[in-house]
Each structure stands twice: as structure tokens, then as C-alpha cells.
């Protein structure tokens, strides 16, 4: 099993920065393929980042240039930096993860945490 826990996020003005944790449990973090996903009220859950076991990064469209993910594995911890964020960002961010490969389909990944808000205000 693997459990993650999300912090981090908050209220911030248009145009501000916030970073994101997961911290994840057990041993075999450097394993885990690990993805944040965003889900706005009355809207889907949103692919944002994903990175895989060696540090390969990938990102949504709308979030390349502005966010960047990152890992430590030594703190078993997946970072989320965000800046230029934009009233639009606002949602509630949660962190994922997978044995094996990364993926962008939220069905493919089995371990969530339970999220932290995001406001972006205008």
C-alpha cells in the first residue's frame, strides 16, 4: 500500500506561485511513477504532471512553461511549483501514483491522496 498526503496549497493572488508536496509512505517510493491531477467543481479531473521513476517529466498543454514537477526521493516527496498561476488554476490538486509507467489517464493510477485546494483570486 501506498499513502500520500498532499500540502501545500491555499490562496494566492492571479499572477502568484505556490508549490505543492506529496508525501508518500513506505519504501518503495523511487519506484512509484507519480502525477498530479486537478479537478475544478463541476469539471472532470485534469491531468497537470506526471514523473516517472528516473525523472522524466510530462505536462499538460496549459500547464507547460508555469508548472514544474520534481521528486526527492531521499524525502519520498513529489513537488508541484507553480507560478503565473491564473484565476482559472483554482481547483483542488491531488497527487497519484503507479507502479510501472507514468500515465495521464487518471483511471491509471491506483493510490490518491486527498487533495489540497488551490484559489487563485483576480
Known amino acids: 500500500q501506498v499513502q500520500l498526503v498532499e500540502s501545500g496549497g491555499g490562496l494566492v493572488q492571479d499572477g502568484g506561485s505556490l508549490r505543492l508536496s506529496c508525501a508518500a509512505s513506505?519504501?518503495?517510493?523511487?519506484?512509484?511513477?507519480m502525477g498530479w491531477f486537478r479537478q475544478a467543481p463541476g469539471k472532470e479531473r485534469d491531468f497537470v504532471a506526471d514523473?516517472?521513476?528516473?525523472?522524466?517529466?510530462y505536462y499538460a498543454d496549459s500547464e507547460k512553461g508555469r508548472f514544474t514537477i520534481s521528486r526527492d526521493n531521499a524525502k519520498n516527496t513529489v513537488y508541484l511549483q507553480m507560478i503565473s498561476l491564473k484565476p482559472e488554476d483554482t481547483a483542488v490538486y491531488y497527487c497519484?501514483?503507479?507502479?510501472?509507467?507514468?500515465?495521464?489517464?487518471?483511471?491509471?493510477?491506483?493510490?490518491w491522496g486527498q487533495g489540497t485546494q488551490v484559489t487563485v483570486s483576480s
Open positions: 514523473i516517472s521513476r528516473r525523472g522524466t517529466t
Open positions: 513506505g519504501r518503495a517510493f523511487s519506484s512509484l511513477a
Open positions: 497519484a501514483a503507479r507502479w510501472d509507467t507514468v500515465s495521464y489517464r487518471s483511471n491509471d493510477y491506483p493510490y
